[in-house]
Protein backbone atom coordinates (compact mmCIF):
# COMPACT_ATOMS: atom_id res chain seq x y z
CA UNK A 1 0.00 0.00 0.00
CA UNK A 2 1.16 3.28 -0.96
CA UNK A 3 2.26 5.95 1.98
CA UNK A 4 -0.13 8.70 2.59
CA UNK A 5 1.15 11.95 2.81
CA UNK A 6 -0.65 15.50 3.75
CA UNK A 7 0.52 19.02 1.95
CA UNK A 8 -1.09 21.92 3.73
CA UNK A 9 -0.62 25.73 2.83
CA UNK A 10 -2.82 28.88 4.51
CA UNK A 11 -5.33 30.37 1.92
CA UNK A 12 -8.12 32.95 1.67
CA UNK A 13 -10.81 30.86 2.49
CA UNK A 14 -8.62 28.78 5.44
CA UNK A 15 -6.59 26.16 4.47
CA UNK A 16 -5.93 23.96 1.83
CA UNK A 17 -4.77 20.64 1.18
CA UNK A 18 -2.71 18.12 -0.90
CA UNK A 19 -2.96 14.54 -0.53
CA UNK A 20 -0.39 12.10 -2.15
CA UNK A 21 -1.08 8.41 -2.38
CA UNK A 22 1.10 6.95 -5.49
CA UNK A 23 0.45 8.88 -8.04
CA UNK A 24 -3.17 9.87 -6.90
CA UNK A 25 -3.27 13.37 -5.83
CA UNK A 26 -6.72 14.96 -4.01
CA UNK A 27 -7.08 18.51 -2.64
CA UNK A 28 -8.85 19.10 0.65
CA UNK A 29 -10.28 22.16 2.02
CA UNK A 30 -10.75 23.57 5.73
CA UNK A 31 -11.70 26.32 7.24
CA UNK A 32 -9.34 25.10 10.20
CA UNK A 33 -6.30 23.23 10.05
CA UNK A 34 -7.93 20.41 12.24
CA UNK A 35 -10.73 20.30 9.52
CA UNK A 36 -8.23 19.86 6.61
CA UNK A 37 -6.70 16.70 8.42
CA UNK A 38 -10.21 14.97 8.80
CA UNK A 39 -10.80 16.05 5.37
CA UNK A 40 -7.83 14.11 4.36
CA UNK A 41 -8.65 11.13 6.42
CA UNK A 42 -6.06 11.28 8.83
CA UNK A 43 -8.10 8.46 10.51
CA UNK A 44 -6.71 6.11 7.93
CA UNK A 45 -2.84 7.03 8.44
CA UNK A 46 -1.40 9.53 7.42
CA UNK A 47 2.52 9.16 7.44
CA UNK A 48 3.41 13.38 7.68
CA UNK A 49 1.67 16.14 7.33
CA UNK A 50 3.86 19.09 5.83
CA UNK A 51 2.87 22.94 6.40
CA UNK A 52 3.97 25.77 5.49
CA UNK A 53 3.56 28.09 8.75
CA UNK A 54 6.39 28.34 11.40
CA UNK A 55 6.08 25.38 14.00
CA UNK A 56 8.74 25.94 17.06
CA UNK A 57 7.93 29.59 18.01
CA UNK A 58 11.23 31.55 19.50
CA UNK A 59 11.14 33.55 23.14
CA UNK A 60 13.61 36.38 21.78
CA UNK A 61 15.97 37.19 18.28
CA UNK A 62 15.44 35.03 15.37
CA UNK A 63 14.85 31.80 14.09
CA UNK A 64 17.49 29.72 12.95
CA UNK A 65 15.31 27.82 10.35
CA UNK A 66 14.00 31.87 8.94
CA UNK A 67 17.53 33.11 8.75
CA UNK A 68 19.29 29.89 6.77
CA UNK A 69 16.35 29.73 4.54
CA UNK A 70 16.36 33.30 3.37
CA UNK A 71 20.13 32.41 2.47
CA UNK A 72 19.36 29.77 0.72
CA UNK A 73 16.35 31.22 -1.22
CA UNK A 74 18.76 34.26 -2.66
CA UNK A 75 16.39 36.27 -5.04
CA UNK A 76 13.83 34.90 -3.57
CA UNK A 77 14.65 35.44 0.21
CA UNK A 78 11.84 37.96 0.81
CA UNK A 79 9.06 35.05 0.38
CA UNK A 80 10.48 34.06 4.27
CA UNK A 81 9.02 36.06 6.55
CA UNK A 82 10.29 36.42 10.21
CA UNK A 83 8.66 34.63 13.13
CA UNK A 84 7.78 36.53 15.47
CA UNK A 85 8.26 35.51 18.98
CA UNK A 86 5.99 34.05 21.35
CA UNK A 87 4.76 36.61 23.62
CA UNK A 88 4.25 39.10 20.40
CA UNK A 89 1.91 36.38 18.76
CA UNK A 90 -0.06 36.32 22.23
CA UNK A 91 -0.48 39.69 21.72
CA UNK A 92 -4.10 41.07 20.42
CA UNK A 93 -3.24 43.80 19.36
CA UNK A 94 -0.65 44.77 16.41
CA UNK A 95 0.91 47.81 17.86
CA UNK A 96 1.38 45.70 21.28
CA UNK A 97 2.71 42.70 19.15
CA UNK A 98 5.35 45.35 17.48
CA UNK A 99 6.32 46.49 20.52
CA UNK A 100 6.87 43.33 22.78
CA UNK A 101 8.96 41.88 19.50
CA UNK A 102 11.11 45.27 19.09
CA UNK A 103 11.66 44.36 23.29
CA UNK A 104 12.44 40.87 22.52
CA UNK A 105 13.79 40.30 19.21
CA UNK A 106 15.28 44.04 18.76
CA UNK A 107 12.96 44.47 15.43
CA UNK A 108 9.18 45.19 14.78
CA UNK A 109 7.44 42.48 12.80
CA UNK A 110 5.24 43.30 9.40
CA UNK A 111 1.34 43.58 8.86
CA UNK A 112 1.65 40.36 6.89
CA UNK A 113 3.49 38.27 9.79
CA UNK A 114 0.72 39.38 12.08
CA UNK A 115 -2.01 38.97 9.88
CA UNK A 116 -0.58 35.24 10.54
CA UNK A 117 -1.14 35.18 13.93
CA UNK A 118 -4.29 33.04 13.69
CA UNK A 119 -3.03 30.57 11.75
CA UNK A 120 0.17 30.27 13.60
CA UNK A 121 -1.03 29.86 16.68
CA UNK A 122 -3.71 26.80 15.06
CA UNK A 123 -1.03 25.10 14.01
CA UNK A 124 1.35 25.44 17.26
CA UNK A 125 -2.05 23.95 19.07
CA UNK A 126 -1.97 20.93 16.81
CA UNK A 127 1.38 20.35 17.14
CA UNK A 128 1.19 20.38 20.66
CA UNK A 129 -1.96 17.90 21.03
CA UNK A 130 -1.24 15.68 18.20
CA UNK A 131 1.32 12.94 18.58
CA UNK A 132 -0.04 11.20 15.27
CA UNK A 133 0.17 12.32 12.23
CA UNK A 134 3.51 13.84 12.63
CA UNK A 135 3.55 17.52 11.74
CA UNK A 136 6.50 19.21 10.03
CA UNK A 137 6.86 22.67 8.74
CA UNK A 138 7.93 23.39 5.32
CA UNK A 139 8.30 26.42 2.54
CA UNK A 140 7.15 25.84 -0.88
CA UNK A 141 9.37 27.98 -2.49
CA UNK A 142 12.21 25.80 -0.75
CA UNK A 143 10.79 22.75 -2.03
CA UNK A 144 10.81 23.99 -5.22
CA UNK A 145 14.21 25.49 -5.10
CA UNK A 146 15.30 21.60 -4.29
CA UNK A 147 13.21 19.88 -7.13
CA UNK A 148 14.68 22.44 -9.82
CA UNK A 149 17.79 22.44 -8.51
CA UNK A 150 18.15 26.39 -7.71
CA UNK A 151 15.58 29.01 -6.66
CA UNK A 152 13.37 29.89 -8.94
CA UNK A 153 13.32 32.78 -11.23
CA UNK A 154 9.31 33.91 -11.69
CA UNK A 155 7.08 34.55 -9.30
CA UNK A 156 4.29 32.60 -7.94
CA UNK A 157 1.86 34.44 -8.93
CA UNK A 158 3.29 34.97 -12.69
CA UNK A 159 2.07 32.68 -15.28
CA UNK A 160 5.55 31.78 -16.04
CA UNK A 161 6.09 30.99 -12.36
CA UNK A 162 2.84 28.63 -12.09
CA UNK A 163 3.54 26.94 -15.63
CA UNK A 164 7.17 26.15 -14.17
CA UNK A 165 5.83 25.29 -10.73
CA UNK A 166 2.97 22.66 -12.38
CA UNK A 167 5.81 21.29 -14.46
CA UNK A 168 8.14 20.70 -11.60
CA UNK A 169 5.74 18.87 -9.81
CA UNK A 170 4.77 16.94 -12.67
CA UNK A 171 8.17 15.76 -13.49
CA UNK A 172 8.79 14.69 -9.91
CA UNK A 173 5.46 12.26 -9.82
CA UNK A 174 2.90 15.22 -8.93
CA UNK A 175 1.05 15.88 -11.59
CA UNK A 176 -1.53 18.21 -10.28
CA UNK A 177 -5.46 17.68 -11.99
CA UNK A 178 -6.92 20.25 -13.69
CA UNK A 179 -9.95 19.60 -11.80
CA UNK A 180 -9.39 19.59 -7.76
CA UNK A 181 -13.24 19.52 -6.89
CA UNK A 182 -14.79 22.12 -4.32
CA UNK A 183 -11.80 22.80 -2.92
CA UNK A 184 -10.30 24.01 -6.52
CA UNK A 185 -13.12 26.77 -6.27
CA UNK A 186 -11.70 27.81 -2.86
CA UNK A 187 -8.31 28.17 -3.00
CA UNK A 188 -6.45 30.63 -5.51
CA UNK A 189 -3.91 28.90 -7.80
CA UNK A 190 -0.29 29.54 -6.44
CA UNK A 191 -1.80 28.21 -3.08
CA UNK A 192 -2.39 24.76 -4.55
CA UNK A 193 0.88 24.55 -5.95
CA UNK A 194 2.27 25.59 -2.66
CA UNK A 195 0.42 22.80 -0.73
CA UNK A 196 1.42 20.25 -3.35
CA UNK A 197 5.56 21.25 -3.26
CA UNK A 198 4.48 20.76 0.74
CA UNK A 199 3.06 17.42 0.24
CA UNK A 200 6.16 16.62 -1.91
CA UNK A 201 8.51 17.56 1.17
CA UNK A 202 6.07 15.41 3.22
CA UNK A 203 6.64 12.25 1.10
CA UNK A 204 10.46 13.19 1.29
CA UNK A 205 10.49 13.52 5.33
CA UNK A 206 7.92 9.71 4.94
CA UNK A 207 11.11 8.31 2.76
CA UNK A 208 13.69 9.16 5.39
CA UNK A 209 15.02 11.85 2.24
CA UNK A 210 14.75 15.10 3.84
CA UNK A 211 16.90 17.49 5.31
CA UNK A 212 16.42 20.68 7.34
CA UNK A 213 17.36 23.88 7.80
CA UNK A 214 19.20 23.95 10.41
CA UNK A 215 20.35 20.25 11.19
CA UNK A 216 20.01 19.35 14.01
CA UNK A 217 16.85 21.66 14.27
CA UNK A 218 16.86 24.12 17.67
CA UNK A 219 14.74 23.99 20.57
CA UNK A 220 13.15 26.93 22.67
CA UNK A 221 11.37 27.14 25.58
CA UNK A 222 7.97 25.57 24.08
CA UNK A 223 10.72 22.13 22.96
CA UNK A 224 8.99 21.94 19.09
CA UNK A 225 11.79 21.08 16.89
CA UNK A 226 12.18 23.73 15.02
CA UNK A 227 13.61 23.66 11.37
CA UNK A 228 12.44 23.75 8.14
CA UNK A 229 12.22 20.57 6.03
CA UNK A 230 12.77 20.13 2.28
Not at 55 to 67: K, S
Request: net charge neutral; proline share 7%.
Amino acid sequence: MSVRVLGVDGCRTGWVGIVLEGRRVTAVHGVTITEVLDAAGRGRGLACVAVDMPIGLPDTGRRQADVLARKALGPRWQSIFLTPVRPALLTADFAGAVAVNRELAGEGLSRQAFALRTKVLEVDALVRDAADPVVVEVHPELSFAAMGGAPLAAGKKTWAGTQERRALLARHGIPVPEDLGPAGALAAVDDVLDAAAAAWSARRYAAGLASSLPAPPERFSDEIPCAIWV
